[in-house]
């Protein structure tokens, strides 16, 4: 891949970081209803969504690594 490929895939990798938390805390309260069933699995998927923010930031940070080391 070429320099301002890995660029690119880095930003990218970092706003969907930033996508995941935003989303995550909207799942959490949007989806939540009245019942206890209905809220516990408006938690579980608002956590499961919110899990992938890590995995952006870090993929995000390698590209910019990797492309530091592109010629």
Known sequence: ???AQLKQLST???LLGFAS???SIAIWFLMGGTLPETQAHA???GLFVGLWAPTFFIL???FD???EKVV
Do not use: A, H, I, T
């Open 21 to 23: 938390v935003v989303g």
């Open 43 to 45: 938690e579980r998927f």
């Open 1 to 3: 891949m070429k320099k």
């Open 12 to 14: 990218l990798c970092f």
């Open 60 to 62: 995000s940070n390698r």
């Open 65 to 67: 690594r990797y492309s």
